[in-house]
């Protein structure tokens, strides 16, 4: 069992930067896949970047390269740095371990990018 609790998020103007957390416990990060999620009102969740237990990467379409995961194994911790915040980015994001299917979830931190 792993509890995941994210923190980071807030109100950021478009095309500002937030640098969302995850911090883990009851298992390490890197024995997991670990992702990164959002999800909208009337909009289904969406995967935004996803890590492997090797550490490959790979990120939604939106992101465009505008968005990093990252992991810090020392501090049992999940990054997703996101840059160039777009309106459309606003959403509540979660963390993942394991895969959206099976795996854990985090209780989400909301992101809200606006004028």
């Known amino acids: 069992q792993v509890q995941l609790v994210e923190s980071g998020g807030g109100l950021v103007q478009p095309g500002g930067s937030l640098r969302l957390s995850c911090v883990a416990s009851?298992?390490?990060?890197?024995?997991?896949?670990m992702g990164w999620y959002r999800q909208a009102p009337g909009k289904q969740r969406e995967s935004v970047a996803r890590?492997?237990?090797?550490?490959?990467?790979d990120y939604g379409d939106f992101v465009k390269g505008r968005f990093t995961i990252s992991r810090d194994t020392a501090k049992n911790t999940v990054y997703l740095q996101m840059n160039s915040l777009k309106p459309e980015d606003t959403a509540v994001y979660y963390c993942?371990?394991?895969?959206?299917?099976?795996?854990?979830w985090g209780q989400g931190t909301q992101v809200t990018v606006s004028s």
């Open positions: 890590m492997t237990r090797a550490g490959s990467r």
């Open positions: 009851g298992s390490a990060v890197n024995m997991y896949a």
């Open positions: 993942n371990a394991g895969g959206p299917i099976a795996g854990y």
